[in-house]
């Protein structure tokens, strides 16, 4: 049975090798991002420290998947990729879903309004890609 502290090492291990998941933005942004994945990932492993190696793996594998899909996705978004309205609706849709799997079904998330309001922050281009992600981490912290 693996203990929680080798398995949070195993994933954080995984997610600052994965250099897709924040080659969209600049060091200060990718940190950024890195710095809530992690957090989010530790939250959840250590919650497994009782269970074994297969039942852990299950329990986690596709909360890690959420939290790494949900990474890429916001990175390109804070870069800019999701230009235009429509796209925003499918990024708010899939953003919600993944929340869901990280924090629970029965998770207070933040409404579909609410997190539209943030991601059409980017049409401002005062904003950073730092500075969205961190609007976007408050959203998720109010909404908790």
Do not use: C, H
């Not at 954080?12 to 994965?18: A, C, D, L, P, S």
């Not at 990718?30 to 710095?35: I, P, R």
């Not at 796209?87 to 539209?116: C, H, T, W």
Request: charged share 30%; aromatic share 4%; proline share 3%.
């Amino acid at each position: 049975m693996t203990d929680s502290g080798t398995r949070i090492e195993r994933v954080i291990e995984e997610m600052t090798g994965n250099e897709s998941l924040l080659e969209m933005l600049d060091t200060e942004a990718a940190t950024e991002m890195l710095n809530w994945g992690i957090a989010t990932a530790k939250s959840i492993v250590s919650k497994t420290q009782d269970l074994d190696d297969f039942t852990a793996d299950l329990a986690i594998l596709p909360r890690l998947k959420a939290i790494r899909q949900s990474m890429r996705s916001i990175g390109n978004w804070a870069a800019g990729q999701y230009a235009d309205a429509a796209s925003r609706v499918q990024l708010r849709d899939k953003l919600l879903q993944n929340f869901k799997a990280i924090f629970g079904e029965d998770s207070q998330l933040p409404s579909p309004d609410r997190l539209d309001a943030v991601l059409n922050q980017v049409d401002d281009k005062t904003n950073t890609p730092n500075q969205l992600i961190i609007k976007l981490k408050q959203l998720l912290e109010e909404s908790r």
